[in-house]
């Protein structure tokens, strides 16, 4: 049984994109890209919201052959294709590239997906982490800090009812200057 991993790139005042949407802003070089593939290459699934899955299969599922793809992003198309996928959407008829479409976020169904997976679980979009986070899923985060201010944009972590309480596993600084924060989510102790 694996973890469930958040791993997002962010601006230092914590956006995860800018104003419609704008990545453009990654920080995501030969170095870090390569990164990004030997821990990804681990993992027994994507779990994808559904913005975030048409965000990626509009481009990675022939990305290795455009023109000037380099070879990390060669060997990312096909890490991409090939994990199973599941896309947690109520709108999304059907779903390509070994993917399967989910409705609902239901805890004792995602437990029983961990049970069943080889490796890792990598969770991504903003909106899916906050519903994994509320229902107390996510055991460690990947939060890749780019050197920037956006100053406005969609943050990583929405506004919350809930806190979680970290420990710090790695740092590491990459020569583009983002930097890895990697945390462990400690268990929830319940409050006196």
Do not use: Q
Request: some cysteine; charged content about 25%.
């Amino acid at each position: 049984m694996g973890d469930i991993v958040v791993s997002m790139s962010v601006s230092l005042d914590g956006f995860m994109e800018g104003p419609d949407r704008d990545i453009g802003w990654h920080r995501v070089d030969e170095e870090l890209h390569t990164h990004f593939n030997d821990h990804l290459r681990t993992m027994g699934a994507f779990l994808d919201g559904r913005v975030t899955y048409e965000l990626m299969a509009g481009y990675w599922p022939t990305a290795d052959t455009a023109p000037g793809c380099t070879a990390p992003e060669a060997e990312f198309a096909a890490i991409w294709r090939d994990m199973p996928k599941y896309v947690y959407s109520r709108t999304l008829a059907r779903a390509d590239w070994n993917t399967t479409v989910v409705r609902e976020v239901v805890a004792d169904e995602v437990r029983a997906l961990k049970e069943r997976t080889s490796g890792d679980l990598a969770l991504g979009g903003a909106e899916l982490t906050a519903t994994f986070r509320r229902l107390g899923l996510v055991d460690e985060y990947r939060v890749y800090v780019n050197p920037l201010l956006l100053g406005r944009g969609k943050p990583l972590f929405a506004a919350s009812d809930t806190g979680d309480e970290l420990e710090l596993a790695e740092t590491r600084a990459f020569g583009n200057g983002v930097v890895l924060l990697r945390y462990r989510v400690t268990p929830r102790r319940p409050h006196a």
